[in-house]
């Protein structure tokens, strides 16, 4: 597709529960950006990934989260052990290089809620 | 580090007026800039970037002023129509960063008839 594509769109899940979200960058785009946005709040950052160097994890809260990038295109983002903290939509955003000076494009999010 | 916020949670605008919406940030070197769009249940929409060797720049109803000695961003909305009720990021980084931006928490701005 042209743009950033995620899946699901929404998911609901029980606390406790391990959930995955999946991000479909733009072809060609060598950085992957995840972000949480939760309501009323900007953007926070949560991990990086440009080419085939180690990404930067500054951002995950806990070790409960973790993400890989497979074959430098789509990513995984995973979260263990849910908990209701965790609710929130997350966003991918892929990039052309140099990575500083393109915009991110944005894919619509996945809504995800912790019962 | 990166410090990027907005003066006005909440803009309402009658319809074809002008929308100016502001952003400040408190990191000198911040040297690139985007505005995004953000409709509910969407994710944000790119609609115009500026580097810091421009003062102004200008799209399809839209224009970007960069004010560096006051740090301060913001957009302007031409004949602000309908569809142009969102929220409104904007969006700093620095050059030696690999484009991990900061966000503002947002505008929203509100068109009424």
């Known amino acids: 597709g042209a743009g950033v594509s995620q899946s699901p769109s929404n998911k609901v899940t029980e606390k406790g529960k391990d959930v995955e979200l999946r991000c479909d960058p733009i072809?060609?785009?060598?950085?992957l950006y995840w972000y949480r946005q939760s309501l009323g709040q900007g953007l926070e950052f949560l991990i990086y990934f440009q080419g085939n160097s180690a990404p930067d994890k500054s951002g995950l809260p806990s070790d409960r989260f973790s993400a890989e990038r497979t074959g430098g295109s789509v990513s995984t983002l995973t979260i263990q052990r849910t908990q209701q903290e965790d609710s929130a939509v997350y966003l991918c955003?892929?990039?052309?290089?140099?990575?500083?000076?393109?915009?991110?494009?944005f894919g619509d999010g996945t809504r995800l809620s912790i019962l | 580090g990166e410090s990027v916020g907005l003066h006005l949670p909440t803009l309402s605008v009658q319809e074809g007026d002008n929308s100016i919406i502001n952003c400040a940030y408190s990191?000198?070197?911040?040297?690139?800039f985007i505005w995004y769009k953000q409709e509910s249940g969407k994710g944000p929409q790119f609609i115009i970037d500026i580097r810091s060797n421009m003062d102004k720049r200008q799209g399809q109803r839209v224009t970007v002023l960069l004010n560096k000695t006051v740090k301060h961003l913001s957009l302007q909305i031409a004949a602000t129509q309908p569809g142009d009720s969102a929220v409104y990021f904007c969006a700093a980084t620095t050059t030696d960063s690999w484009g991990k931006f900061q966000f503002g928490a947002g505008t929203q701005v509100v068109v009424t008839p």
């Open positions: 072809s060609g785009h060598t950085a």
């Open positions: 955003a892929s990039s052309s290089t140099p990575p500083g000076r393109q915009p991110q494009h």
């Open positions: 990191n000198s070197a911040s040297d690139y």
